[in-house]
């Protein structure tokens, strides 16, 4: 997958999924590829979505960025197993979930109101501050680093959202419920 996109193996890639529109703030993370992109630094953004073309024109016009059409949930876990560090620079998104379950360390806003999200295994950045993001994806050049969070992202995943666990908790409030009513 990362040959079909057109990264090498040296690169670190982040990847975005979503709406590539201002009110999610994709182009800050371009933004950030860019100055990186600029500096040397060997690293790629990965944006599966679509958006308005004024907002698809920005996000290309960055060095080092790279726009992949819409694909549905269910096709989306290789574009992640492709990617180093997930990145959603603007608000919640359960997509943030499925790519630490799938291993990513998360670089979200500091907005958020879900931190458990990223506790061990994130960082957060001043949002709106492409330069404060790209400081902190430079803090995940480490693949050591990039390892242990995303083991730790999986296990949160395992542990804390599976839908099995969801399912679990759902039927035992259900139950619950029932045995008050009567």
Known sequence: ?????GFSEGEVVCIYTGRLTKDKGPLYLAQAI???????????????????PDDVAAIKACAGCVIHPFVVV????????ASDIGVWPMQES?????AAACGLPLVLSD???VSERIDGNGLTYREG??????????????????????EIGTAKIRN????????KQ??????SSRGRRN
Not at 129 to 150: C, E, H, I, Y
């Open 129 to 150: 501050d492409a330069d404060d993001l790209a400081a902190k994806l430079t803090l995940l050049f480490d693949r050591n680093v990039r390892q242990r969070m995303g």
């Open 74 to 81: 269910r096709e989306l876990p290789p574009f992640y197993w």
């Open 34 to 52: 860019d100055r990186l992109v600029s500096r040397g630094r060997p690293v790629r953004g990965l944006f599966v979505g679509g958006g308005t």
């Open 111 to 113: 907005r958020i109101e």
């Open 160 to 167: 804390l959202f599976s839908w099995d666990l969801i399912a």
């Open 170 to 175: 759902r039927l035992a409030d259900y139950v």
């Open 1 to 5: 997958m990362r040959t079909e996109l």
């Open 94 to 98: 359960t997509s943030q979930l499925d």
